[in-house]
């Protein structure tokens, strides 16, 4: 093929090389070579010549890299001067460019939905490279296939959906609060969201944080009057999400009061106690945060059956007391061992990943529980130590030299209580032998998982979480804050793990997304959708249950089947499902479907 | 409960000679519950410790001719051993899940298997299906308070998705089962830990250790006497307490008994071939003066 690919090389832009045939309607066909990848098993001139004859072919060409800036050029001065109405690039999958022909097709003034590809790449060339004769024949009939579908296409214009500016958020920790200032203070109305009696979230329950052991509870309380106070934002607490329906730009949101609210002796819910409100939103914001994993759930460290093993957010309590005391009989613990990983990167017993915050925690907790008892020991024991991040590490190598904090580097395996103390069984591995601990108190630093109910609230939404509960987002590296479902967005751990910079820097990346979304005067999506010729329907609904996206319903007074349009992705489930033919895919009718096959079958001249 | 057909049953080498009053117990309690042992024809060993290594097909294929027999018997199969039962189970668990590694072991023992036998433990059997409820009906002596400490040791607990046996972090089958029969079962954080195994045979020492961890949480807890369902551990907690003694100063020995043998007396047994003069902290005196056993 390089002999070829030497002749495409000094090709002169913009000019095919065998002049046009015009008849009919105009369709120019333009064969890629893709370099040797298509034109190395299938003949692509002898492709050219042969669909050139093709109804309604008006020019066909084949050049060395169509999708290239010259290649693009071509097609553009080929629409222009041969006044093409129509094309077909036969070329690589259409997921791959078939955005970037239809832009070329637009700038030259052709209807974008009138350009069509051939997928003569992954479709043929590179799956037949054993018989260039049956490859170029298959070619040709693909190519001939999409030049009927051209032939039938309609022009289109891309359809416009109004967009709701008010914003949902869900969960009224630092995460959703911080969206929901963030959105307001732009200018737009804010329904927030929160199960429990009041904001704050889990910041409620630590007091210092690291790296610079800054109060917390100042600064929180600002920020809790000021979206309590924020004339834009609805704060609903002990309230949940029933249910959400729509679209992106245009949700419809149940909100209830939540299961614990309302009950004697309770907290009272915000929500309309009557069974619930709805509230239409264009964007919603998850910000569910997370717990910690239940202690019943990490026997062997005595987690749930020895009362002076606790968790580190109960440790956070006991450390916010003058000097912390121990559950079980209130004296001060003279020795504390902590134990990082309990349930962490331990599929077994636990969770796979890594918790994150937990290294940063436990060495502010055994620094404090050091300075408000100074004779005390605070003994740690770590599978490693990770501190990425800002100031992270020396704050670890503080607690170790200022704070005088013993970090062991092993594995715990077992807790028991013996007489009045806690027993910690583990292993020195850089000395490499087993250590025996006799501690009065024992932190687990219990592995982060998501909040309870995530997963149902991802099913109420549409919106997916992972087998662990977190929700998943688009993209890992290039759209972590937007979720799968299109209008909702992550902020905080209830995507994964994350501190509270992490957490207050995605709040903003998503305040930001939300706020880019509101600033569109509507949304544009493609027209490539259902319709429903009326006078065809006899309204039996068999559309509305084959539909997967919920896009159809039927009109009641018409008794006729109605698309939304917003949600539909032109699948044509419901074409297939209908006995009357009356539901339609735009430009990708019946009559279309069924020349196509023609072609592929050699039935068109 | 009572008179159900005979139930197929896998003793093992050690039952066989060191462990016999673990066997002649065993058969005891179910005869006395109603639902005999039948001792599985032509046995063989099991090889007393599942392979570990990638390629154990070879010692696979001991273990799969016991499954592939006991099949023919019937649909289950009872074991007392704690060793054994876990090379089986774990070995019926394999071949159950890894079709490649069972085509080419029947293929090799000549026999078809696909894996729907269940082996189980006879603790469990006493426990989940003939009930504690039926032991306590039957009970001829009651326990009237033993402090008896239960120990489950490694290889009844895990692997325990494998072994499928109890939870591991807090086993309870065996205290039920002796508090149904009257016993007072200490609480004792050491129950799974390990008895220091096969270690004698590499180093005395370390064995010494592990097994003075177990029976000095086990004589701290204020216990009379110790049960267990493994022939290895009963070995090496009886025989070790002489030099734990020479140790520790305040140190009391504790007979350490199968619990088929204390379950077995306390259902009427007179504890003919129970063995209980080879046990080296002699248990005789204390069931003498419970009167489990005739003076």
Not at chain 1, 412 to 426: E, L, N, P, S, T
Not at chain 1, 431 to 450: F, K
Not at chain 1, 546 to 563: D, I, K, Q, T
Not at chain 2, 133 to 141: D, N, S, T, W, Y
Request: proline letters at 5%; aromatic letters at 6%; glycine letters at 10%.
């Amino acid at each position: 093929m390089g002999a070829d690919r030497d002749r495409e090389g000094q090709l002169p832009v913009g000019q095919g090389r065998e002049a046009c045939a015009g008849t009919g309607r105009r369709i120019g066909v333009f064969i890629c070579h893709c370099g040797s990848n298509i034109a190395g098993s299938v003949d692509v001139r002898r492709a050219a010549e042969t669909v050139r004859g093709l109804r309604g072919v008006a020019c066909a060409t084949d050049y060395g890299y169509m999708c290239s800036d010259p290649g693009q050029a071509l097609i553009r001065q080929s629409i222009a001067e041969q006044g093409l109405d129509g094309i077909v690039v036969a070329a690589c999958s259409p997921s791959m460019h078939e955005a970037t022909f239809r832009r070329a097709a637009e700038a030259a003034g052709l209807n974008p939905y009138r350009v069509e590809i051939a997928n003569i790449r992954e479709q043929c060339s590179w799956v037949h490279q054993e018989d260039r004769e049956k490859a170029t024949q298959k070619a040709i009939a693909l190519i001939a296939s999409l030049v009927e579908k051209v032939r039938g296409d309609d022009p289109l214009e891309p359809l416009g959906t109004p967009v709701t500016r008010r914003l949902l958020v869900i969960g009224g920790g630092i995460a959703g609060m911080t969206v929901a200032l963030e959105v307001a203070d732009a200018g737009y109305e804010v329904i927030l969201v929160e199960r429990g009696a009041e904001l704050g979230g889990r910041l409620r329950q630590i007091r210092e944080t690291y790296a610079a052991l800054t109060p917390l509870a100042a600064p929180l309380q600002t920020l809790i009057e000021r979206v309590r106070e924020h004339p834009r934002i609805r704060v609903l607490l002990g309230s949940e999400v029933e249910s959400a329906s729509g679209y992106v730009g245009s949700f419809t949101v149940t909100v209830r009061p939540a299961a614990g609210a309302n009950a004697p002796g309770g907290y009272r819910s915000e929500a309309d106690p009557a069974g619930g409100t709805q509230h239409e939103v264009g964007a919603i914001v998850v910000a569910t945060g997370y717990e910690l994993i239940p202690l019943s759930r990490l026997g062997e460290y005595g987690g749930g059956r020895v009362a002076d093993v606790v968790d580190a957010l109960e440790f956070e309590r006991l450390l916010a007391q003058e000097v912390p005391r121990r559950p079980s009989d209130g004296r001060v613990p003279r020795r504390v061992a902590f134990v990082q990983c309990a349930g962490s990167r331990d599929p077994e017993h636990g969770v796979p990943y890594c918790s994150k915050v937990c290294c940063l925690y436990t060495a502010k907790q055994a620094l404090l529980y050091r300075q408000r008892v100074p004779d005390g020991e605070a003994v740690v024991f770590v599978i490693d130590v990770r501190t990425g991040g800002r100031r992270y590490e020396e704050f670890v190598q503080r607690a170790m030299e200022e704070g005088h904090v013993l970090y062991l580097r092993g594995k715990v395996a077992k807790v028991f209580r013996q007489g009045d103390q806690v027993i910690v069984w583990g292993v020195d591995t850089l000395a490499g032998r087993n250590v025996e601990v006799a501690a009065d108190l024992v932190v687990l630093a219990a592995a982060v998982v998501p909040s309870a109910g995530a997963a149902e609230l991802g099913r109420r939404l549409r919106a997916t979480t992972d087998e662990l509960g977190f929700f998943r987002e688009a993209h890992p590296k290039l759209r972590p804050v937007e979720s799968l479902t299109a209008g909702i967005f992550l902020a905080g751990a209830a995507q994964a793990p994350k501190d509270i910079a992490e957490t207050v820097s995605q709040a903003e990346a998503a305040a930001a997304k939300v706020l880019g979304l509101f600033s569109r005067p509507e949304l544009v999506q493609e027209p490539t959708v259902a319709t429903v010729l009326q006078e065809l329907c006899a309204g039996c609904g068999l559309c509305v249950s084959a539909c997967p996206y919920e896009a159809r319903s039927l009109n009641a007074r018409l008794r006729v089947a109605e698309v939304n349009a917003a949600l539909c992705q032109g699948c044509g489930a419901c074409v297939v499902a209908c006995p009357n033919k009356a539901c339609v895919v735009r430009n990708w009718r019946p009559e279309q479907t069924l020349a196509m096959v023609g072609a592929v079958l050699g039935e068109v001249q | 409960m009572q008179n159900m057909e005979a139930l197929p049953y896998f003793p093992g080498c050690t039952l066989k000679q060191r462990a016999a009053g673990f066997d002649r117990s065993a058969r005891d309690v179910f005869s006395a519950l109603g639902s005999p042992l039948a001792e599985l024809p032509g046995w063989n060993c099991c090889g007393a410790t599942f392979p570990l290594t990638v390629e154990n097909l070879l010692d696979l294929t001991g273990p799969a001719r016991i499954l592939v027999s006991a099949r023919a018997e019937g649909t289950r199969l009872a074991v007392a051993c704690a060793a054994c039962y876990n090379v089986l189970r774990r070995t019926n668990h394999l071949l159950r899940t890894d079709a490649e590694k069972r085509e080419k072991v029947c293929l090799f023992i000549e026999s078809e298997y696909d894996g729907d036998l269940e082996v189980v433990h006879i603790l469990e059997l006493l426990h989940r299906e003939i009930g504690c409820g039926h032991v306590r009906q039957a009970l001829r002596r009651p326990l009237e308070g033993l402090r008896v400490a239960a120990y489950y040791g490694c290889l009844l607990l895990r692997p325990a998705a494998e072994v499928g046996f109890d939870d591991p972090e807090s086993p309870v089958l065996l205290d039920e089962l002796l508090a149904a029969a009257g016993a007072a079962p200490v609480s004792y954080p050491h129950r799974g830990e390990c008895c220091g195994g096969y270690l004698a045979v590499r180093s005395e020492e370390a064995a010494l250790e592990a097994s003075k961890r177990v029976l000095m949480a086990i004589s701290a807890a204020g216990a009379e006497v110790v049960v267990t369902s493994c022939p290895l551990c009963q070995y090496n907690l009886d025989r070790r307490q002489a030099a734990i003694a020479r140790q520790e100063a305040g140190f009391r020995p504790v007979p350490v008994l199968y619990f088929t043998q204390l379950l077995g007396l306390a259902l009427g047994a007179d504890g003919a071939g129970y063995r209980l003069d080879e046990h080296h902290v002699d248990p005789r005196p204390l069931l003498k003066e419970r009167g489990l056993v005739e003076g």
